[in-house]
């Protein structure tokens, strides 16, 4: 059974802003909305396996910084399939869309100013 792990202070993901971490093994995306929730999402992206939390949050959607495939911080789902550079958005559209998928979504809570995920 999985349990809560402390991944960083809250105030180390700036509201608006998401950052890569490492717990237990497994890559995540924890983005800080503006009301200051945190959401946790895996950390890679399904079309090249960027790191996510190097991407940019707009509201709770959370860009791939490699090609703009974007992803609901909210849930892990795909919002939007590549985007860029032209080139890969028309050898992406070929790709099946089963393939074309979201990432897992964590629980997360905070306790004492600490971010806590469950993986």
């Given at each position: 059974m999985s349990e809560f792990v402390p991944v960083c202070k809250v105030e180390d993901v700036p509201v608006g802003e998401a950052r890569q971490f490492k717990v237990n093994g497994t890559e995540i995306a924890l983005a800080r909305v503006q009301d200051g929730e945190c959401y946790a999402i895996g950390?890679?992206?399904?079309h090249l396996r960027a790191?996510?939390?190097k991407g940019e949050l707009e509201g709770t959607v959370l860009t791939c910084p490699w090609h703009g495939s974007q992803f609901e911080v909210t849930t892990g789902k795909l919002v939007r399939w590549v985007q860029e550079p032209l080139v890969i958005r028309i050898f992406a559209a070929l790709i099946?869309?089963?393939?074309?998928r979201g990432v897992p979504s964590y629980e997360v809570k905070v306790e004492d100013g600490q971010v806590l995920v469950k993986i």
């Open positions: 950390g890679r992206c399904t790191q996510l939390g099946p869309p089963f393939l074309r």
